[in-house]
């Protein structure tokens, strides 16, 4: 079910997150919220056409260039460019796409769902870490 805790949850156990969109830019929520999710011991991936790397670790232009299995795709892109990502998602095999705050998108929610992808959408993951851990 999209949104539930239940979801939230099992999202939120799983290790390895591509944030697509991630900012080199430390005002950027994207930025804040990787940073977060690192510091908490997930392993960071970072999707930017437009940055080489984050932290020192490589930045890939698609999900698709990614070499490895990806468990969460994180998106930090508006809602009108979510069902190209949500495809991505779907063919790379990840479990699991986050919308973070003040991005929906149903029908690219409903694709990832009939596909087997947990979703959240409207949602910080790292606000969300920081609940669970409360």
């Avoid at 994207?30 to 940073?35: E, K, L, M, N, T």
């Avoid at 932290?55 to 698609?62: A, F, K």
Wanted: include cysteine; charged fraction near 30%.
């Amino acid at each position: 079910m999209i949104n539930g805790e239940e979801t939230v949850a099992k999202i939120l156990a799983m290790k390895i997150i591509a944030v697509v969109g991630l900012s080199d830019n430390k005002e950027r929520p994207s930025y804040r919220v990787a940073s977060y999710l690192k510091e908490h011991g997930y392993e960071i991936i970072p999707v930017n056409p437009l940055i080489s790397e984050w932290h020192g670790l490589r930045s890939y232009p698609t999900l698709e260039a990614i070499p490895r299995k990806v468990d969460v795709v994180d998106i930090f892109r508006r809602s009108e460019s979510i069902p190209p990502i949500v495809k991505s998602a779907i063919a790379i095999g990840a479990k699991a796409v986050w919308m973070q705050e003040g991005i929906v998108n149903e029908e690219a929610g409903k694709e990832a769902e009939k596909a087997g992808l947990l979703v959240v959408m409207d949602k910080c993951l790292m606000k969300e870490k920081e609940r669970a851990n409360e």
